[in-house]
């Protein structure tokens, strides 16, 4: 190769640098799991829930008449708490017993004739069934104006109206949330190693978020089983003595120190 062929190549690659090598992206730090209060503690997170919390729903397509109970209203066991408007359904049933009425009299007038031969066994039948019919109709529609209204299945309070008067609702659609006005339930999950020491009855104090407050407990009832994962058992307790400040949803820390 020539002299100045070969300064010329030595010259172009002295000036092409090398290829950059591209950096490593940055492994993102793992996430840090949440911090969970160790059993030595004594403290473990505690729910305030209701004994009987229910939804009510209608049974029937109609408008709602009345809502009796705001929210928050204390109701007794068996009150109305939901009336809906019937009119139509009412109509039908007053249908249904009249045409039962004629039925169960056209059966006797065919049972009188047959006694006199002047009607078959046929005849007599087929009134007979008519009735059976028709007296079927009217008690369907009797339990359909059964559910035309909704009683308190408990002494409680209204939590949440889920539906407004004039509202149309379909069965199955909510109208109103209640809870039991009795004692609270303090529903959390005890480190299956404190069994040896936890039974019911056993006491412990629980501070209340939502108050800034204690309240003396104990325990009523352990799970029938401890969840091998997490290696806990759910336990359920109840505040000791009148604490009216505390409402469902509430949450706090137990302390079994």
Known sequence: ?????????????????????????????????????????????VQLMARQAVTLSGEVAARIAALPVAEGGSFKRGQTLVEFDCGTYRAQLHKAQAALEAANRLAEVNAQLAKLNAAGSLEVAQ????????????NYMQSVVAKCSIAAPFAGRVARRAAAVHQYVS?????????????????????????????????????????????????????????????????VGVIEGAAATLLPGMSGWASFK
């Open 171 to 235: 069965p199955g659609n909510p109208v109103l949330d209640i809870v039991d006005a009795g004692p609270l339930e303090l529903r959390m999950l005890l480190p299956s190693k404190w069994l040896g020491s936890m039974k019911p009855g056993s006491r412990f104090t629980v501070a209340v978020d939502e108050l800034g407050t204690s309240f003396p407990a104990r325990i009523a009832r352990l799970g029938a089983q401890i969840d091998p994962v997490s290696q806990s058992i759910p336990a």
């Open 1 to 45: 190769m020539k002299p100045a062929v070969v300064m010329v190549l030595a010259s172009c690659l002295a000036g092409v640098a090398p290829a950059a090598v591209p950096a490593a992206a940055p492994v993102p730090p793992a996430p840090v799991a949440a911090s969970a209060v160790p059993a030595g503690d004594g403290r473990v997170r």
């Open 127 to 138: 009134a007979q069934g008519r009735a059976k019919e028709a007296a079927a109709e009217a």
